[in-house]
């Protein structure tokens, strides 16, 4: 066995440590130890493996693997176990010359280990010889993973972990084959730990703190102890404030206005009059025939020009110098959304389009240069841009990061929910575009006819919070169910499902998904099932109906999606019958208080979404299928029937209700995720701050006032 192995790489930039990353996404090293025996007070480490991990794959090229002089004898029982022997180690560094090395390479990962407890021991053992500060790392031990799988396993060495998962093992008791085998291990554990509910790190220690029974063991042998406590983790995280202006402000805010035009004929020399008497930077040039893209043609351009041509450069034609097509962002986009396009193409301009595609406004540099935050404002970008399934997660990891800097920042709940809804649906798109392509490249053809698909429920309403799945469905322009093309759609709605769920937006409980054939209908057929839903008005159908009225297209013609929505609006406005359920099953409050404005709880806890936003949002929906109002947000609906003459302190009370109500449900959505509990819309009253509790208790007495806005008799 040679006597030194490739020393550790450091990363080039050592993630931070978050409690909301999700396990998919997570950057770790896993780690192992030969030592000179098992007694952690007296023996001495004699080799160190590792290897890296990131984003969910083995990156075999980055390890770590040292052999170390243990400064004593290497007794004959543990060398017949690994292999080295007295003669491997004599010329290798002591543990104090290889610590500050070994510590940079892990940085600031999380360390995964097989029993590494006895490991964290014998690095604190040596780091107490050495005189070194000890700093115990985060750290998962895949036994405790399995404890929270609960398999049917008759030992838990590597050995019998690596074959229940299909991963051959080798070089047994060398540090660095370990390592690895530990490492794909743990990879391997993930799928199944998805499928439980358990996503991020955080949800993963509570889970193993709540099902690990070897603790009181380990530590009587010596082991470290370090399953965190939640009420006395140092690590919790706390991520860097960020500026909240782009999260807050649309492009069509701050765009420049008027636009000017040039057409391809014109002349340098005329633009750059135009650009120096309009004081602009940059100009929109027309082509000469209706149809093709807009360019774009800027003063860094000219400058070029005269710069490679002289004076002579003023007499060319501007489509020599113009950039087709222009780059474009939508007027209603986030301008988050911008500074990450322009940061990933590195421009310093794009068009604005406006809700008719014509270009309405430039969006520069200069409009940005005090919007700039920090990386978490590219989210939106990576998301539309990923190209794998890791690239999907790792930046839809980033989405809860950024709801917890914009809450300490105290920005509206309703902007923060049109942000996480904004990007629920970016990334069904994605992931949507990602698996056409896949079943393309399998050979299975391009879309058979014409697509569009949905996000429905909250995410549609632009009101999703960080508890949200998937909601979607298709609506394709012809072919019968069962056939070759609803065929080719189911898998498309299967694979579009799959790759959110590994993202990170887990499947819908109640089967509302493209992969699901009554989510998935030609044009004729959506229309048909719509009719059915309004006129047969089954509880069931209530609630897809309900459903469905808040649904977006974000992927494919959206003029299918326009053809049903008119649809459904004409047929459901027009059905008294129809209205007055819908109207009774959203007048239908179950209060979570009780008679004497007490909060009803169970174990702690109440639901908020049943007898708070769900009647709020619904008699919302309910108006605005009954006035015609496209709007597909509470807020908008509201302000829309406030436009109409509903009264104003009713529709005022409803709104702020709605608001006071989507706020604690985020701070607890929030304390929940970096706690490790699983998200949900039940909330802890007696945890907030009074303040807050005192304003909940007011708006949970304004619900019942839906009744009002509905027409109907209290209950």
């Known amino acids: 066995m040679a006597n030194q192995r490739r020393k550790p790489r450091r990363p080039a930039l050592a993630p931070k440590k978050s409690t909301v990353t999700l396990l998919g996404n ?87 280990g097989h029993s590494i407890g006895f490991d964290l021991a014998m690095f604190k053992r040596e780091c107490d010889l050495s005189g070194i500060n000890w700093e115990a790392p985060r750290t998962i031990d895949i036994r405790h993973m399995v404890d929270v799988l609960s398999p049917n396993l008759p030992d838990y060495s590597l050995e019998t972990l690596a074959s229940w998962q299909n991963i051959q093992a080798h070089d047994r008791h060398d540090a660095l084959a370990d390592a690895q085998m530990t490492a794909n291990v743990f990879i391997a554990l993930l799928p199944l730990l998805r499928e439980q509910g358990i996503r991020t790190l955080a949800e993963l220690e509570n889970a193993c703190r709540k099902a690990n029974n070897r603790s009181v063991d380990e530590i009587k042998s010596g082991w470290y102890d370090f399953l965190y406590k939640p009420d006395d983790d140092p690590l919790h995280h706390s991520p860097a404030r960020i500026d909240s202006y782009p999260y807050q402000h649309k492009v069509s805010d701050i765009m420049s206005t008027p636009l000017f035009f ?100 430039m969006l520069t540099s200069r409009d940005l240069i005090r919007q700039k935050s920090t990386d978490a404002v590219n989210i939106g970008d990576a998301v539309l841009h990923a190209e794998t399934e890791q690239d999907l997660a790792s930046a839809w ?76 469905a298709i609506v394709y322009l012809e072919g019968d169910p069962g056939s070759e093309t609803d065929q080719w759609f189911e898998k498309l709605g299967q694979r579009t499902s799959e790759l959110l769920n590994i993202a990170g937006v887990p499947y819908c409980k109640g089967n509302i998904m493209a992969s699901n054939p009554e989510w998935r209908m030609g044009l004729q057929q959506w229309k048909s099932m719509i009719e059915s839903w309004i006129s047969r008005t089954r509880p069931d159908d209530l609630l897809k109906t309900d459903i469905f009225f808040d649904a977006v297209a974000v992927h494919g013609d959206e003029s299918l999606m326009k053809d049903i ?114 998200l949900s819309n039940k909330i802890a009253p007696d945890k907030m701050r009074p303040g807050l509790r005192n304003n909940l208790r007011w708006a949970l007495e304004q619900v019942p006032s839906v009744t009002d806005l509905l027409g109907v008799p209290a209950k």
Not at 338 to 354: N, P, S, T
Not at 413 to 419: D, E, L, P, Q, S
Not at 431 to 438: F, G, S, V, Y
Request: proline residues 4%; glycine residues 6%; charged residues 25%.
């Open 26 to 112: 997570l950057t770790a090293v896993a780690v192992d130890t030969e030592t000179t025996g098992l007694d952690t007070a007296r023996d001495r480490i004699i080799q160190i493996g590792g290897v890296r991990i990131k984003s969910g794959l083995l990156n075999e090229e980055d390890h770590c693997n040292q052999l170390l002089n243990p400064e004593m004898p290497i007794p004959d029982i543990s060398r017949n176990i690994h292999g080295i022997a007295d003669e491997d180690v004599c010329d290798s560094p002591k543990f104090i010359e290889f610590a500050s090395q070994f510590k940079n390479w892990i940085g600031d990962s999380v360390v995964i």
């Open 262 to 361: 040039a057409t391809v004929k014109d002349t340098v020399s005329h633009v750059l009059d135009i650009l120096m008497e309009r004081k602009i930077s940059s100009i929109v040039v027309k082509p000469l025939e209706p149809g093709p893209e807009h360019g774009i043609v800027t003063e860094r351009d000219i400058l070029r020009a005269i710069n490679r041509h002289g004076i002579a450069a003023l007499d060319m034609h501007i489509q020599d110098l113009a950039t087709f097509p222009l780059k474009t962002v939508q007027h209603n986009e986030f301008l988050f959304r911008a500074i990450g396009m322009m940061d990933r193409l590195r421009f310093r301009h794009l068009g604005v389009e406006g809700p008719n595609k014509q270009i309405v406004g």
């Open 397 to 472: 990891s980033n989405l809860s990061q950024v709801a917890i800097g914009l809450d300490r920042e105290n920005v509206d709940v309703r902007n923060i929910a049109a942000i996480i809804s904004e990007e629920l649906r970016a990334i069904t798109r994605r992931a949507c575009t990602m698996a056409e392509k896949e079943m393309v490249d399998n050979g299975l053809g391009h879309a058979p006819v014409p697509y569009c698909m949905l996000v429905l429920g909250s995410g549609g309403r632009g009101e999703s919070l960080l508890a949200m799945d998937q909601d979607n």
């Open 565 to 678: 929505s008119e649809h459904a609006f004409e047929l459901g406005s027009a059905s008294r019958s129809f209205l007055s359920l819908m109207a009774a099953n959203a007048s239908n409050v179950h209060s979570p208080l009780t008679m004497f404005k007490r909060f009803k709880l169970a174990d702690g806890r109440m639901d908020v979404k049943i007898g708070g936003i769900l009647p709020i949002f619904s008699a919302a929906r309910v108006e605005s299928i009954r006035n015609k109002i496209l709007h597909k947000s509470t807020p908008e609906r509201l302000n829309a029937l406030l436009e109409m003459g509903k009264p104003a302190e009713l529709i005022d009370n409803l709104t702020e209700a709605h608001r006071i109500i989507l706020t604690a449900i985020l701070k607890q959505q929030l304390f929940d995720l970096e706690n490790g509990i699983f």
